[in-house]
Every structure is written in structure tokens, then in C-alpha cells.
């Protein structure tokens, strides 16, 4: 009898350590293109009708980041953004071409009419993420829940408060949702915004960050990936109504979805006030 | 808590070691009905030795309070919203409320008995509820938090603001009562209880369901949390003096019916 207590008793232990030790984080399946990933910049720009390219950078998870300038504009670069997929050494970039990587001897088929294939040296760079967290944020997300929450004390004393869960994130609800609380948002910059409603998001541990819009460009940030913890920042030309600064949080993964936690501080119009997200991610392929 | 347990299983473990020296264990059985201040509940009683009777039962409070109030205006959203005439509801008990009770008699015939037990459910003994789908948009039910003093409350997903008072889901009762459940010779008995639930205080709490779960996660309100601008607790601090009485009174009378 004593030994039958005794082997119950040491059950009973190991069951209860085996429950303290279990986790309920669990890592997603590595992107499909993890070990293709890399950042190739040009030794001179690549001329593709308006088109001037810095740079290509192949992502983790099927996608490609172009930087270019147009030619003949002094705007700043921008980025095309798009998927590429790989098959017998060539990399085809959708709406842009195929590229083929040779060491530092890049050739491009551009996929306009009339293209002639270019060639170009360039410095190419390998990704590899630093860390398992880099490894599981690195790929592409939408979001399936967000929760903004604003706080802050206007000029005239009046304070704004509150908390709102979207199953987007459309930065026109966005700002209704903030001007509803008390921020003095204008229709016209109402109606700026009204085209920034995000359908993915794109992280890569070459350090880049891409948040795709349904109806105007990609939004780009240089990341800063540190273990489960991100910063990155944004400019008044990113993102019209905002003047601009650093969102910084963590992320924490269980299989294809990953929870972020971030926190802002912000400025429209003088008023600073703080934003908070709990935001929901799904992966996509 | 944990002392309350032990003197029931000593109580019970007491009545059964008794049993060989007295047959009476569970040779008779009582069903009855009880109204109190847990409601109106349905009872079984057994003897477990001349000393000790065990009951255990189930009740419900079946009356709603309701009443439209106006509840004069808040900031939704930006908007400031007159509430008035919204539905509101109070009930007691929500859920039912189980008990299993252990009656001590001092004596083979005494009546006077001293009670122990413990109570157990939901552990809400009021709930109050504000419908306010009227005076808010749909799209911000259970989507839209309003903050006050860093108290941030949403409705429910069909617009309702809950307030609960809550207990633990299992709760020591102690007692003393007159009247025994069963009698021999009796068909019919008639007894009453007096006494406390030891709750060890109360939570008085609502709810905030913007989260990613979209589940309700209870927000304990305080005379603190409820403070105005000026810091001055608006409830004169008397949610902080309710939520810490640690205990609960209890007055119930029992009818009782001798099946064998």
C-alpha cells in the first residue's frame, strides 16, 4: 500500500511539473522563401522606362521591395511592392520582371513591352533573421483585429479618451473614431486619409517594414527588430494626418498568429495625445 | 475558507463514525421547500446520526426588479448621450445557488442546532443591468471602451452595461437554526436558519469586452474609480465599505415533508 502512495505521489509530481512547464507559445512554419531572401543593391541605378531602382530586397515570404525615384521628378524614392516567386534560378517579380542573380551580377528582363534585359552589378547581401522572434515576425500579416485606444489633454483643457475594437485597420474609422472622442480632425484631411486602409503587412530582418494600402502606395519604415521588441518610425508624408513619430511595442507568436502591443506618441494639429494598439495578426502566404 | 471545510468534513466524517453505533444514517428522507433571502429553493434532508442532519438543495430568485431611469448623460465617443428612460434590471442569486448544509443539534431531541456548510454557484448575488442599445450606435457595442479614471467599461455585445456584485463560487455558510428537517414521528417539519455567508468581501464589478477575445474581462469598480474631477468619491465611499463587510446574512424557513 505504502508503495502504491508512494508511485501516486511521484505521478502526481511529474504530472504537475510537466504542466508547469508547458508553454502555450508556439513558433509558425518558416516562409516559404526564407532561405531566399536578400537585399541586392545596384551599383548604379537601373533605368526601367520612368522607373530608377536603388535596390531589390527579396523577402522572407514571397515578396519583393523595389526602391526607386522617378526619373525626371525630385520626388523622394518610393517602393513597388509586390510578390515574386523562384523556379530554376529566376526570380520573377510580378509587374516588374524576371531577375537573375549571379554572384554580384545581377540581369533583368524588365516586363514592360520593348524591354531589353539589363545588367547590372550590385552588392548582395543574404537576410537571416537574428533570433527565433525575427524568424516568426519576418513574413507577411493582415489584421484581423485591432483595438486603438487614445488618450490625451487638448489645448483648450477638454480631454480625449478611449478605447475602440476594429476588425481593420482603415485609417478613415480610424479617425472618425478619433475625432468622435475630441481630436478637431478637419473634413479635408478626413477626406485625405480616406484612401489608407491597410491590407497587409510586411516585416523583413533585412530591417525593412512595408504596410500595403488598399488604393495608394505602400507605406515603408526602416525596422528595428530586438528580440520580441520593434520600433520603427513614420514621417507627416507617410501618413497624411500624422505628423510623424515612433511607434515602438512587442510581439508575441502562437503558430500563424502573432499579437502586438505597441505604443505611440503623436501630434495633429499641436495636440499631442498617445495611442495604444493590441492588434491581431494573421500571416498570409 | 479552508478552516470553514475542515470543521464540515469533521462534522461529516463525525456522522458517519457514529454510524456504528446508531442505525439512523440515511434511513429517513425529507424533501422541502425553502424561502429566504436566497430566494425560493428546493431542499433534501437525511439524518446522519441523532446529532447531525445533512441537507442539500437549490435556489432561485425568481423576481426581477425593472424600472426605465434616467441616468442623465455621459460622454460616449466623443458625443455626450442623455440616458434617460433606459431599461434597467436588478436580480438577486442570478443563476441559482446550490447549498450542501451539515445541522449539529446539541442534543438527541433539541431543535436548536447550529448549521455549517457552503453555498456555491455563479457567486453573483445581485445583478444589475442597463440596456443602453437605444441610446448607442450598434457598430459600438462591445467595440467601444469609455474610460473614467482609467476605468475603461463597454457594453455587451447587445448593448447591456452589467454591474455584479460578486462572491466566490463557493462560500462558507455558518449558523444556528430551530427545528429539525426530519422527525420519526412527523410528516411534516418545519424549521429556520439564521446565519452568514463568509465571503470574505465583495467585488463589485462590470465589464470591458474590447478586447481581442471579445469576451467580458471584469473591471472591479472602487470608491476610487468612482471619483470626480475633484477627487471627490462620488458614492461617498460606500462601494469600498460594501465591498469590504466580509460576510452575508442569511434567514431562511424550511417546510419539510418525511418521505420514509
Request: charged share 20%.
Amino acid at each position: 500500500m505504502k508503495k502504491v502512495f508512494v508511485y501516486v505521489m511521484g505521478l502526481a509530481a511529474l504530472l504537475a511539473i510537466s504542466c508547469n512547464n508547458k508553454d502555450n507559445s508556439t513558433n509558425p512554419e518558416a516562409p516559404a522563401t526564407q532561405e531566399l531572401a536578400q537585399l541586392i543593391q545596384f551599383s548604379s541605378p537601373v533605368e526601367m522606362g520612368a522607373y530608377s531602382f536603388q535596390s531589390i530586397e527579396l523577402t522572407e515570404a514571397s515578396r519583393y521591395i523595389a526602391e526607386y525615384t522617378l526619373s525626371k521628378t525630385s520626388a523622394g524614392a518610393s517602393i513597388l511592392y509586390g510578390k515574386y516567386t523562384y523556379s530554376n534560378g529566376t526570380f520573377n517579380l510580378d509587374g516588374l520582371g524576371s531577375m537573375k542573380v549571379d554572384g554580384n551580377k545581377v540581369s533583368i528582363n524588365p516586363s514592360v513591352a520593348g524591354g531589353s534585359t539589363i545588367e547590372v552589378q550590385a552588392t548582395v547581401t543574404r537576410s537571416s533573421a537574428k533570433d527565433q522572434s525575427a524568424v516568426n515576425a519576418c513574413r507577411n500579416w493582415t489584421i484581423s483585429k485591432i483595438i486603438i485606444g487614445i488618450s490625451g489633454k487638448m489645448k483648450d483643457g477638454s480631454t480625449v479618451e478611449g478605447d475602440k475594437m476594429f476588425n481593420k485597420l482603415d485609417f478613415k474609422e480610424f479617425a472618425d473614431f478619433a475625432k468622435r472622442i475630441g481630436l478637431e480632425i478637419s473634413d479635408e484631411d478626413l477626406e485625405k486619409i480616406s484612401y489608407y486602409d491597410v491590407q497587409e503587412i510586411c516585416m523583413t530582418s533585412a530591417g525593412s517594414l512595408v504596410v500595403e494600402f488598399a488604393d495608394v502606395d505602400p507605406f515603408y519604415a526602416d525596422l528595428n527588430l530586438n528580440g520580441s521588441n520593434f520600433t520603427f518610425s513614420f514621417s507627416q508624408e507617410d501618413i497624411p494626418i500624422l505628423s510623424g513619430g515612433k511607434i515602438s511595442g512587442s510581439l508575441n507568436f502562437s503558430g500563424s498568429t502573432c499579437i502586438m502591443d505597441a505604443a505611440a506618441s503623436l501630434v495633429y494639429n499641436e495636440e499631442p495625445y498617445s495611442v495604444t494598439l493590441v492588434v491581431s495578426l494573421t500571416e498570409v502566404q | 475558507m479552508k478552516k470553514t471545510f475542515t470543521i464540515v468534513l469533521t462534522v461529516a466524517l463525525a456522522g458517519f463514525t457514529s454510524r456504528a453505533q446508531d442505525s439512523q444514517m440515511a434511513n429517513h428522507l425529507a424533501l422541502g421547500i425553502t424561502l429566504g433571502l436566497d430566494g425560493i429553493g428546493l431542499e433534501a434532508a437525511l439524518p446522519v446520526s441523532p446529532y447531525v442532519q445533512a441537507r442539500a438543495g437549490y435556489s432561485i430568485f425568481p423576481y426581477t426588479y425593472k424600472q426605465d431611469v434616467n441616468l442623465g448623460s455621459v460622454e460616449v465617443g466623443g458625443q455626450t448621450k442623455q440616458l434617460d428612460k433606459v431599461p434597467f434590471s436588478a436580480t438577486m442569486w442570478k443563476g441559482g445557488t446550490g447549498k450542501l448544509l451539515f445541522d449539529v443539534f446539541p442534543g438527541k431531541k433539541t431543535p436548536f442546532h447550529f448549521t455549517v456548510g457552503a453555498y456555491f454557484g455563479a457567486g453573483k448575488y445581485l445583478n444589475a443591468q442597463a440596456d443602453l442599445s437605444k441610446q448607442l450606435d450598434p457598430a459600438d457595442y462591445a467595440t467601444l471602451a469609455i474610460s473614467y479614471n482609467n476605468t475603461k467599461v463597454s457594453t455587451d455585445p447587445n448593448g447591456i452595461v452589467s454591474i455584479d456584485a460578486k462572491i466566490g463560487s463557493v462560500v462558507p455558510y455558518v449558523g444556528i437554526g430551530f427545528g429539525r428537517a426530519i422527525k420519526p414521528d412527523s410528516r411534516v417539519r418545519v424549521s429556520f436558519d439564521l446565519g452568514a455567508l463568509i465571503t470574505g468581501g465583495t467585488k463589485l464589478q462590470t465589464y470591458n469586452y474590447v478586447n481581442l477575445e471579445g469576451k467580458a474581462q471584469p473591471v472591479v469598480l472602487t470608491s476610487q474609480s468612482l471619483s470626480d474631477k475633484d477627487g471627490k468619491q462620488v458614492d461617498n465611499g460606500w462601494v469600498d465599505k460594501i465591498s469590504a463587510f466580509p460576510v452575508l446574512p442569511m434567514l431562511k424557513l424550511n417546510v419539510f415533508v418525511r418521505l420514509f
